[in-house]
């Protein structure tokens, strides 16, 4: 099982990044995929899930803002951040457990002016 994130960068206040996560050894869409995020000065914050029949669920600070997608044929998960804040600066990760617990290595999000 191998999670490979991919897309962070710098962007502006108010701006869009969207995220990949691209899935080997597994089949993403049999399984709950999340995305997570660790700030700095905070504890690692959950973001959001796409389960596998598709619905989705977000944390407080980022629904209405942040969707997250996949696309079963790439075998990726995406995490589009809309209307981005300085305060979503910190390093992304893809997650997947049950069974056992996968992280990607994490990409940097950088937003500011």
């Known amino acids: 099982v191998r999670l490979v994130e991919s897309g962070g960068g710098l962007a502006q206040p108010g701006g869009s990044l969207r995220l990949s996560c691209a899935a080997s050894?597994?089949?993403?869409?049999?399984?709950?995929m999340q995305w997570h995020r660790h700030l700095p000065g905070h504890d690692r914050e959950w973001i959001g899930t796409?389960?596998?029949?598709?619905?989705?669920g977000y944390g407080d600070s980022v629904k209405g803002r942040f969707t997250i997608v996949r696309n079963n044929a790439e075998n990726t998960v995406y995490l589009q951040m809309n209307a981005l804040k300085s305060e979503d600066t910190g390093v992304y990760y893809c997650?997947?457990?049950?069974?056992?617990?996968?992280w990607g290595q994490g990409t940097q999000v950088t937003v500011s002016s």
């Open positions: 050894g597994f089949v993403i869409s049999a399984y709950d």
């Open positions: 796409i389960h596998s029949d598709g619905r989705t």
């Open positions: 997650y997947r457990n049950s069974p056992g617990e996968y």
